[in-house]
């Protein structure tokens, strides 16, 4: 089946540090991939996404490109923010038909 | 954009007793609604996907007697945690797939119930 390996966290950092989180994916198909975010008290948000194999997904500063040769999807950000304290999801989907639901990554706190 | 609203945000029930948990699209329609349980390492696990006008889905190891599902219109669904244990206490997260947003790719979440059974 589908599944997301993303790398166990916490990971702490200094601010404006350089940051990545990993990512990599197990599909039968060609999924979608997805980076969402959940703040402190909050719910998940969708940070960015990519839909085919090279596509850069990108958002406030986060990119992440789809590579089907590692099939992977690693989220980065050049210069990491207090405000970026959260906790980072990796996810796919495969199709767009109304029934398929997103399969999470385990998840990543970044602090 | 797409809003989903999920009520209650928090609850604090007595063993044994049973939990409903709505979630509603206030400005879409949603013929499917997925249900998501988060542990406390952070993982969010999907337990079923909730069909408009039929049975849910469960996901292997997902007990339907006990986490009840109802999707009886395009804008509601519920789940019911019945006889709740102290085990089944977490965080429940529902999401609505709107399928004509194609900036997200139509899943939008809720902000997700905290119940704690005591």
């Known amino acids: ?111 | 954009g797409a809003v989903v609203s999920q009520h209650p945000s928090r609850v604090i029930c007595k063993s044994g007793t049973s939990v409903k948990i709505e979630c509603r699209s206030l400005d879409f329609q949603a013929t499917t609604m997925f249900w998501y349980r988060q542990f406390p390492k952070k993982s969010l696990m999907l337990m079923a996907t909730s069909n408009e006008g039929s049975k849910a889905t469960y996901e292997q190891g997902v007990e339907k007697d006990k986490f009840l599902i109802n999707h009886a219109s395009l804008t509601l669904s519920t789940l019911t945690v019945t006889s709740a244990h102290p085990e089944d206490s977490s965080f429940y997260i529902c999401s609505a797939r709107d399928v004509g947003d194609r900036r997200s790719y139509g899943y939008t979440f809720g902000s997700g119930t905290r119940l704690t059974v005591v």
Not at chain 1, 19 to 48: D, K, M, R
């Open chain 1, 1 to 111: 089946g589908n599944s997301v390996t993303q790398m166990e966290g916490p990971v702490t950092l200094s601010e404006e540090a350089f940051l990545t989180i990993n990512c990599t994916y197990t599909a039968t198909g060609y999924p979608s991939l997805f980076w969402y975010v959940q703040y402190p008290g909050e719910g998940l948000q969708l940070l960015l996404k990519a839909t085919k194999a090279d596509d850069k997904g990108s958002n406030k500063g986060f990119e992440a490109t789809y590579r089907k040769e590692t099939t992977s999807f690693h989220l980065e950000k050049g210069s990491v923010q207090v405000s970026d304290s959260a906790v980072y999801f990796c996810a796919l989907t495969e199709g767009n038909q109304a029934g398929t639901a997103l399969i999470f990554g385990k998840g990543t706190t970044l602090s």
